[in-house]
């Protein structure tokens, strides 16, 4: 059954590193936050000691180029907020506030694994508000090339169905299916890492990318095999790190979503698009309280009342 009220952290827990493409140290401080509050990002370290709050909602993306962006450069920008959203969404968390101090959250391990570990350290707090779920009531689907990314209705829970395909004999075709639940979030995705060919490194660090990769935080891909002296941790760890991105893509959805979500070729551009389209009509999606189920909301009601506008999907 799905939980019906809302969750924080019990206590602040603070995680450090470097940022995968700037190489640049981060500092990030998980904080409590009250209910109905949501995932809220709270850049510091900016210029003339300037701070920003970012709300973590698909309309803040202003890149997906390899990863997603929250924000914007001039008035203060998160970078690579994908696996912590997953860890959140994964576990079933509700409010934080975020604290940042860099451009780029830290990489860590390259998964969600070390958010997942810092969040289960302090614990969940259980408050009295009753979470709200974005229910999928209509297909909505992008496509791009011979890739797609769609959202269906399911009768409960949130399904993931993602297949990858590489012209790589290391990767190839992959498939995976899953029910995503807090416990199969934690042994079945959160340790997949994020992956990359050998051959695109120098021209990534020539475009000023992949400053801060290695193989402690990253799997590098040779034409005949893995890099890593550990190997893999999954057989299928490429597929099963696709879909940990998908999970924290589509958390910028505002609240957990109800449906399917099935995806082939899709990248961090596709899962936003997908969350464009999906609210583009009102017809699409319910805003269901778990706790009173027929009731539903408008989506302004998501984060200070701010109205979600109706975007066309951008695969430029």
């Known amino acids: 059954m799905k939980p019906s009220r809302q969750t924080t952290l019990r206590k602040a827990v603070t ?38 709050l970012i709300d973590a909602r698909y309309i803040h993306v202003s890149t997906t180029e390899l990863c997603t962006v929250l924000g914007d450069k001039d008035s203060g920008s998160v970078s690579t907020v994908e696996h912590l959203m997953a860890a959140l969404v994964g576990l079933g968390v509700d409010n934080v506030l975020a604290e940042i101090d860099s ?20 614990g969940l707090a259980v408050q009295e508000a009753s979470r709200r779920y974005i229910k999928v009531l209509r297909p909505v689907r992008i496509e791009h090339g011979r890739g797609f990314s769609e959202l269906r209705p399911l009768e409960r829970g949130y399904r993931l169905d993602v297949e990858i395909d590489f012209d790589s004999q290391v990767i ?81 959805a505002g609240y957990a979503l109800q449906g399917e979500y099935r995806s082939y070729c899709a990248g961090h551009r596709m899962n936003v698009a997908v969350l464009q389209s999906l609210f583009s009509d009102r017809a699409n999606y319910a805003i269901v309280d778990a706790m009173a189920p027929r009731r539903e909301f408008a989506y302004a009601e998501i984060g200070a009342g701010v109205a979600v506008p109706a975007y066309a999907p951008d695969l430029s």
């Open 15 to 52: 995680l450090t590193g470097v940022g995968v493409h700037s190489g640049q140290p981060a500092r990030l401080v998980l904080h409590p936050a009250a209910a109905n509050h949501g995932i809220v990002f709270l850049r510091t370290g900016l210029s003339n000691g300037r701070e920003r």
């Open 103 to 122: 451009p780029e959250m830290p990489i860590l391990d390259g998964s969600s694994a070390c958010f997942v570990d810092a969040i289960m350290s302090v």
């Open 172 to 252: 190839g075709r992959q498939r995976k299916v899953m029910d995503l639940d807090p416990e199969t979030f934690r042994t079945e995705i959160s340790r997949a890492r994020t992956f990359g060919f050998l051959r695109d490194l120098e021209k990534l660090r020539k475009m000023g990318l992949a400053g801060g990769s290695s193989l402690d935080n990253s799997v590098a891909i040779a034409d005949d095999g893995i890099v890593n002296p550990g190997g893999l941790r999954y057989a299928d760890e490429f597929v099963r790190h696709k879909m940990l991105d998908a999970v924290g893509d589509l958390a910028l």
